[in-house]
Structures are given as C-alpha cells and as structure tokens.
Nanobody, 124 residues
Framework: QVLLVESGGGLVDPGGPLRSSCAAP????????LAWSRQAPGKDRDFVAE????????TYADSVKGRFTATRDNAKRTVYLQMNSLKAEDTAVYYC?????????????????WGQGTQVTVSS
C-alpha cells in the first residue's frame, strides 16, 4: 500500500480556479499511473482524469475537458489537478488514486491505492 495525501481543496467562487495536490511520501510512484476522481453528495464516485507514469497523453472526463489539467512531478512525488472555470456542479470530494500499472484507465478497479479525499466547494 502507498499512502496518498490530498490537499488544496476549499471554497471557490463560480468561474474561479483552484489547484489540488496529492503527495506520496513513500513507496512506488514514478512508474505508476495516477488518477483523480470525485464524488458529489448523493452520487457515485466518477472518473475525472488519468495521468500516465510519464505525464504524457493524460485523459479527461468530458465534463472537465478543457477546464481541468492534471500534471505530475515525479521528483516531488506529487500529482496536481488544476481546476479552472469552476462550476457549482464541480462541487465534490476529490480523490487521487494510484494504478497497479504505468498506464491506467477510467475504472476504479484499476487503482489499488486511494487518498482520503479533499473537499472542493464551488459557491458564491
């Protein structure tokens, strides 16, 4: 098991930006894909973005494409989610997760390490 620690959630106005981070203090990191998912109140957890081990060819859910950007810094053992043009419907707990392989997908079953989540609330 790899510990993943999210941070950077908060309250933001509609249309504003926010950046969340997910750090892995120990264990495997640079050779594994990472993903961001989110869970809104009363809803299932949904895929947001997947970033492969080398940060190339990141994939996004249609609902965030063009607004969110996932990046990673393997030297710092951290993955980031830059969220721009935020909407009320982006309000959710955001989780990062680590895959068993270098390239992950959109299914939760592909990820075996999860962080505790960070709350993002978009409201005026």
């Amino acid at each position: 098991q790899v510990l993943l620690v999210e941070s950077g959630g908060g309250l933001v106005d509609p249309g504003g930006p926010l950046r969340s981070s997910c750090a892995a203090p120990g264990g495997t990191f640079g050779t594994r894909a990472l993903a961001w998912s989110r869970q809104a109140p009363g809803k299932d957890r949904d895929f947001v973005a997947e970033i492969p081990w080398n940060g190339v060819s990141t994939t996004y859910a249609d609902s965030v494409k063009g607004r969110f950007t996932a990046t990673r810094d393997n030297a710092k053992r951290t993955v980031y989610l830059q969220m721009n043009s935020l909407k009320a419907e982006d309000t959710a707990v955001y989780y990062c997760a680590m895959s068993r392989t270098a390239r992950g997908g959109q299914q939760e079953s592909e990820y075996n390490n999860w962080g505790q989540g960070t709350q993002v609330t978009v409201s005026s």
